[in-house]
């Protein structure tokens, strides 16, 4: 039924900027949160930003002012603006949806990832 597809990732210096996108097929537009994790290996995962069903979002404190997400429901596409990057920002980022209404807690769908490295 769900699913998603991350795109967008890729290489970039310190300092630069890139913007992953994950497009949603089989959607039905009754999700309640969709949010960004990202993945280093050893490390366990880590949640970076959520938006819920009415558009309020939330950042951890080590992307806060320099990420944003944002979704466009015309195209049901999730983004993740990211800008002044950092090496430690390097991961596999992933999207997630769930449609139970707590945006902080379990995600039922995700995409398979994309590699960002910074520097």
């Known amino acids: 039924h769900v699913q998603l597809v991350e795109s967008g990732g890729g290489s970039v210096q310190a300092g630069g900027s890139l913007r992953v996108s994950c497009a949603v097929s089989?959607?039905?537009?009754?999700?309640?949160?969709m949010a960004w994790f990202r993945r280093v290996p050893g490390k366990e995962r880590e949640g970076v930003a959520v938006i819920d069903g009415a558009g309020t979002t939330a950042y951890t404190q080590s992307v806060r002012g320099r990420f944003t997400i944002s979704r466009d429901s015309a195209s049901d596409t999730l983004y993740l603006q990211m800008n002044n990057l950092k090496p430690e920002d390097t991961a596999v980022y992933y999207c997630?949806?769930?449609?139970?209404?707590?945006?902080?807690?379990?995600?039922?769908?995700w995409g398979q990832g994309t590699q960002v490295t910074v520097s």
């Open positions: 997630a949806t769930e449609a139970r209404g707590y945006c902080y807690g379990h995600y039922a769908y």
């Open positions: 089989g959607y039905t537009k009754n999700y309640k949160c």
